[in-house]
C-alpha cells in the first residue's frame, strides 16, 4: 500500500521560510517522480484544480517550480530516505494553502510532471498558513 506522508506545515509569518517534508512507502521511491502541489481555501468548492507549485524528476536531475515561486522555493529528494523536500523561503501570504506531494512513476531518469491528473499517488496534505 502506497503511502505518502507530508510534515512541516504550520504558521509562518511573511518572508519566513519553512521545510515541507514527504516521506513515502509502498513504492520503489527512485522509480517515481514526485511533484508538490497546493490548494488554496476554498478552491476546491470552486473546481479548482491544485496548482502544482514545483516537480522533480525520479533521479532528481530535472525540476520544475511554477512561475510565482521561482527563486524562493527549492524541491528536492533524497532517494536513500524515499522522501522529497520543499524548501520554501520568503513566503507570502497569498501562499496560505494545503500543500500536497504526489508521486507517479517516471518514464525517464529525466522527466517530470506538472498536471495533477497525471499522478497516481497523493498525500494527506499539510497546511501552511503565512501571515501578513
Known sequence: QVQLVESGGELAQAGGSLRLSCAASGLTFSRYAMGWFRQAPGKERLGKERECVAAISKSGSDTYYTNSVKGRFTISRDNAKNTVYLQMNSLKPEETAVYYCAARTGITTRD????????????????VTVSS
Open 112 to 127: 517530470y510532471y506538472y498536471t495533477s491528473g497525471s499522478y497516481s499517488y497523493w498525500g494527506q496534505g499539510t497546511q
